[in-house]
């Protein structure tokens, strides 16, 4: 059962242009959602994340939103860059029986065309 | 300069060997962890420690085994019950395991059962 889903394995854009790349949950009482961005042979670095009682985070050219009703958070780049192309993994944070447990999904390959 | 060290980079093992993936943290972060990626997938927890001499199983602990005797290292021993080794290991760090709490990622081991 895949509670953190990123239906898109990849998206395409140009360099200046918005890229958004979206992630849906099942698991309401996730609490923390975080966005990592990793180049490949490497490990991930933490980009933003946003707790589950805002809607909307920023720092610098990224801002994340979340629509708790939908259950659907998108990250937001803007403007795109070449450097920007990654593989960004959203995941999900939820606090259980006092241990807190952190869900990945499967990734979505950003390619930002100069 | 902090951070999460793993080695080594590439690893090769016959089938049916045991072999163990080292990961040092001089973050002095509390909690740790290892995690498998294969392609396509996102990151699944295989074990993680809150402190020392103390850690639990994840997701997909079978076929493998850890230690956390010092608070900086928590080597992976991956083991020949373990049916299907090939995969790219990422060991991280975070302050403690709560809500939210972002993880550092090591830069990964690549391992190729042969």
């Known amino acids: 059962d895949q509670q953190v889903k990123q239906n898109s394995p990849s998206l395409s854009v140009q360099e200046g242009r918005i890229s958004i790349l979206n992630c849906d949950y099942t698991n309401s009482m996730f609490d923390y959602f975080l966005w990592y961005k990793k180049y490949p042979a490497e490990g991930p670095t933490f980009l933003i994340s946003i707790s589950s009682i805002k809607d909307k985070n920023e720092d610098g050219r990224f801002t994340v939103f979340l629509n708790k009703s939908a259950k659907h958070l998108s990250l937001h780049i803007v403007p795109s860059q070449p450097g920007d192309s990654a593989v960004y993994f959203c995941a999900a944070s939820v606090t259980q029986g006092g241990s807190e447990k952190l869900v990945f999904g499967k990734g979505t390959k950003l390619t930002v065309n100069p | 300069d902090g951070g999460i060290t793993q080695s080594p980079k590439y690893l090769f093992r016959k089938e049916g060997q045991n072999v163990t993936l080292s990961c040092e943290q001089n973050l002095n972060h509390d909690a740790m962890y290892w995690y498998r990626q294969d392609p396509g997938q996102g990151l699944r927890l295989i074990y993680y420690?809150?402190?020392?001499?103390?850690?639990q199983k994840g997701d997909i602990a079978e076929g493998y085994s850890v230690s956390r005797e010092k608070k900086e290292s928590f080597p992976l021993t991956v083991t020949s019950a373990q049916k299907n080794p090939t995969a790219f290991y990422l060991c991280?760090?975070?302050?403690?395991?709560?809500?939210?709490?972002?993880?550092?990622f090591g830069p990964g081991t690549r391992l190729t059962v042969l």
């Open positions: 420690s809150q402190i020392v001499n103390d850690f």
């Open positions: 991280a760090s975070s302050i403690a395991r709560l809500a939210g709490a972002r993880r550092n």
